[in-house]
């Protein structure tokens, strides 16, 4: 039920490692300074949700562009952070994103289509963990993700 921070940061940056770097995208993770910081929540989906995200990270960057993971951690929260320098999405379609099967105008990404479920899960799994997931982004400038999660109140050893 407590999962540690570190150990989920760097298992996510190193599941896109690989294709990261055929994709010509610099990919980093900043861990927070106490390694023993722990969050509540299903472990398989909070994996899940940082896959979703991270995989439209790659998705939406062009090469030479730059991917930052990290965890802010509050007293009573942890958030996960993950912004890309990629495409961004326009204000109009932000707050529709996390809508089942919508996507920013199909076909836009030079990988080609999914299918716009990736954040609705995303979505889904967070709320169902009591957390948060919200995203800003700026067109031609990039995104990011906050995945907000609670704190367990004792840390691993
Ligand atoms: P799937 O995840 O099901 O394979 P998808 O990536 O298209 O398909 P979502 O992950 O739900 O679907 O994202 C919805 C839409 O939001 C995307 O189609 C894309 O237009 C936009 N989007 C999501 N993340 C980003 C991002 N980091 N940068 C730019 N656009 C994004
Ligand atoms: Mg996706």
């Given at each position: 039920r407590a999962i540690p921070v570190h150990g989920l940061l760097k298992g996510v940056v190193e599941r896109f490692q690989l294709q990261a770097a055929k994709q010509e995208l610099s990919l980093r993770v900043h861990l927070p300074p106490r390694q023993d910081v722990c969050v509540y929540g299903d472990e398989d989906m909070v994996n899940r949700v940082l896959d979703n995200v991270l995989s439209n990270a790659l998705k939406y960057t062009p090469p030479g562009g730059r991917i930052d993971v990290r965890a802010d951690v509050a007293a009573e929260h942890v958030t996960f952070i993950i912004s890309d320098t990629g495409i961004g999405i326009p204000a109009e379609d932000l707050p529709h994103?996390?809508?089942?099967?919508?996507?920013?105008?199909?076909?836009?990404?030079?990988?080609g289509g999914g299918t716009g479920l990736g954040l609705a899960l995303a979505r889904e799994m967070v709320e169902r963990m009591g957390g948060d997931i919200r995203m800003e982004s700026e067109v031609q400038r990039g995104t990011t993700v906050y995945v907000t999660l609670r704190r367990a109140e004792e840390d691993a050893a």
């Open positions: 994103v996390f809508e089942r099967f919508y996507r920013v105008e199909k076909g836009r990404s030079r990988r």
